[in-house]
C-alpha cells in the first residue's frame, strides 16, 4: 500500500493507492475505514483481486478489491506471511 485516504462524506471508506506490479500505482475503494487507519495501512502487503470491472464508489473509480476475513462483523485483512513481490499471482 502506496498511499491511503478517507473519503470525504464516507466513514468507512478509504481510497488505497497500491503497486500491483504494472507501470502506474492501481486505486482501490474498500469498505475497512471503521476497523484501520490510514496510518495502519501504509505499507502492507495485501491480496488483491484485480480482475474486476472497475466501479466507481462517491465518485472515486476503484480498479480491484482487497481481500478481507469477516470476524465478528469486522474486517481482518488477508496478509502474506512472508515478503511478496507486488503483482505476484495468487493460484
Do not use: H
Not at 21 to 46: H, W
Not at 58 to 84: C, F, K, R, Y
Amino acid at each position: 500500500i502506496l498511499s491511503v485516504e478517507r473519503i470525504d462524506g464516507s466513514e468507512k471508506l478509504l481510497k488505497l493507492s497500491i503497486d500491483a506490479g504494472e507501470t502506474s500505482p492501481r486505486i482501490l475503494v474498500a469498505g475497512i475505514g471503521a476497523a484501520y487507519s490510514p496510518e495502519s495501512l501504509f505499507g502492507k502487503d495485501i491480496v488483491v483481486v484485480s480482475n474486476l470491472e472497475p466501479k466507481s464508489l462517491m465518485g472515486v473509480e476503484s480498479q480491484g478489491m482487497l481481500l478481507a476475513a469477516n470476524v465478528e462483523g469486522a474486517p481482518s485483512l488477508l496478509i502474506p506471511d512472508t515478503p511478496v513481490p507486488p503483482g505476484t499471482l495468487i493460484r
